[in-house]
T-cell receptor, first 113, second 113 residues
Framework: DSGVTQTPKHLITATGQRVTLRCSPR?????VYWYQQSLDQGLQFLIQ???????AKGNILERFSAQQFPDLHSELNLSSLELGDSALYFC????????????FGPGTRLLVL | AQSVSQHNHHVILSEAASLELGCNYS??????LFWYVQYPGQHLQLLLK??????LVKGIKGFEAEFIKSKFSFNLRKPSVQWSDTAEYFC???????????FGQGTTLQVKP
């Protein structure tokens, strides 16, 4: 158990819908990262938040957005879903700095039908 | 742009065989290097990491990796694999100024008992 929790574990929805994925970081960690893992793209960085503010952006689609709340939990919102958005979405948390180990949550498996 | 390449996509070994998984990265500056493992049905876990100093890094479960700067490589090794090492292995890099991890495509290791 990494200490990072993600809900839900599984999500099945239809094209065009909107979903919200939730992540609670390890106690004391201020940074939250979101990654997408798919068969064709592999593991890709989406976005990072640090203490409530966006810190870095990766290959995140405009249909996707995220935020980090004052209690440090984070939500990833995926809208106008397409079949290709089906993937495993991981959240990771760490302390400050690039040398800090990122601890990954169990992931949310999203299936868009 | 940073990228990571893992040469072997699928490796099959018998127990007690030696393991070496290749990882090359492309980035002009200083990088931090990581190997993560994902056991079936579990979250990503850090095996080992390199920031600076001794280029031979020892990690958990008997794994080690060697950073060769001139070859932009960070290969993972284990002298004698066990059936329990069956998993997917990911090499990753980040730059010192950013925490976002750039992952390789992953290598699936299957160890036959």
């Amino acid at each position: 158990d990494s200490g990072v929790t993600q809900t839900p574990k599984h999500l099945i929805t239809a094209t065009g819908q909107r979903v919200t994925l939730r992540c609670s970081p390890r106690s004391g960690d201020l940074s939250v990262y979101w990654y997408q893992q798919s068969l064709d793209q592999g593991l890709q960085f989406l976005i990072q938040y640090y203490n409530g503010e966006e810190r870095a952006k990766g290959n995140i689609l405009e249909r996707f957005s995220a935020q980090q709340f004052p209690d440090l939990h984070s939500e990833l919102n995926l809208s106008s879903l397409e079949l290709g958005d089906s993937a495993l979405y991981f959240c990771a948390s760490s302390g400050m700095g690039a040398r800090e180990t990122q601890y990954f949550g169990p992931g949310t498996r999203l299936l868009v039908l | 742009a940073q990228s990571v390449s893992q040469h072997n996509h699928h490796v099959i070994l018998s127990e007690a065989a030696s393991l070496e998984l290749g990882c090359n990265y492309s980035y002009g500056g200083t990088v931090n290097l990581f190997w993560y493992v994902q056991y079936p049905g579990q979250h990503l876990q850090l095996l080992l990491k390199y920031f600076s100093g001794d280029p031979l890094v020892k990690g958990i479960k008997g794994f080690e990796a060697e950073f060769i700067k001139s070859k932009f490589s960070f290969n993972l090794r284990k002298p004698s694999v066990q059936w329990s090492d069956t998993a997917e292995y990911f090499c990753a890099v980040n730059a010192p100024h950013t925490g976002k991890l750039i992952f390789g495509q992953g290598t699936t290791l299957q160890v036959k008992p």
